[in-house]
């Protein structure tokens, strides 16, 4: 696990707190972590998705893939059908077809849609956690985090892509390096959990950078650094909302 967190902590500009593990493992916080925890799952497949239709493939293609990801999206928004069914229901139907004029659609395509069907298998294996513990879904508002990268993207083509590859590289990255905080403060079967979701997503942050300088027409290291700034913003400072994503409690904050 040593070897896995080397990159991601070098990457990383700030190491999540310590105040915000303490909160995390209360256990009356053990059904927001593993609601918000599936919900981001949901949330790294549409955020794939959402880049393999806009920059990469025709709307057939696009369509098939939003065919892919309805009885996810229709169990969280709508609260209907079997989450045991799911594990069926993670295959795309056809080939992806990039558009001809997109140079680096083929490798946006390869990448996203491996990275799609890591996450709605990961979300399944969430699901399977919450039932065991007893968590039932409920619905839980976003988080700051995303949004607060998001507000800096830029508005122009191809440098706003480049900037939502390099968000989803600090989220992954985040992700995992909370995931092996977490895990030697619960219980095995969650640890063990958290473990292996760290090897299988150890390598997606680098498949994002490495999208996102293929695709730049210039060297992305100062926009790395500039969201690597961003981020560790977000993830050092107050925060009144508790979320797997959340900063500094607002109630540790307030006593400092």
């Given at each position: ?53 806009k920059y990469a493939v025709d709307k057939e293609s696009g369509d098939a893939l939003l065919e892919w990801l ?187």
């Amino acid at each position: 696990m040593d070897e896995l967190l080397k990159p991601i902590n070098s990457f990383l500009q700030a190491s999540t707190p310590d105040e915000w593990v303490t909160e995390a493992t209360k256990q009356d916080n053990l059904s927001v972590v593993l609601i918000d925890h599936l919900v981001c799952e949901l949330k790294a497949a549409q955020s794939a998705m959402f880049l393999i239709r806009k920059y990469a493939v025709d709307k057939e293609s696009g369509d098939a893939l939003l065919e892919w990801l309805k009885p996810f999206e229709t169990l969280i928004y709508k609260r209907q059908g079997n989450w045991r069914e799911l594990a069926d229901k993670n295959k795309l139907t056809k080939s992806m077809i990039p558009k001809s004029n997109t140079p680096y659609g083929q490798n946006l395509i390869d990448k996203m849609v491996m990275l799609i069907k890591e996450e709605l298998h990961h979300f399944y294996q969430v699901l399977e956690i919450m039932h065991e513990y007893g968590v039932e879904y409920q619905s839980i508002t976003p988080c700051r985090y995303a949004k607060g990268m998001l507000r800096h993207v830029k508005s122009y083509e191809p440098d706003a892509l480049v900037d939502k590859l390099i968000i989803g590289a600090y989220i992954e990255a985040r992700s995992c390096e909370r995931f092996a905080k977490l895990a030697p403060y619960v219980d095995k079967r969650l640890g063990d959990f958290y473990i292996s979701l760290l090897r299988s997503e150890a390598r997606h942050y680098q498949d994002y950078l490495t999208l996102a300088q293929d695709i730049s027409e210039f060297d992305i290291t100062e926009r790395v650094e500039f969201f690597g700034n961003v981020e560790a913003e977000l993830i050092s400072s107050p925060d009144e909302d508790f979320k797997f994503h959340s900063g500094l409690p607002v109630s540790v904050a307030s006593k400092c």
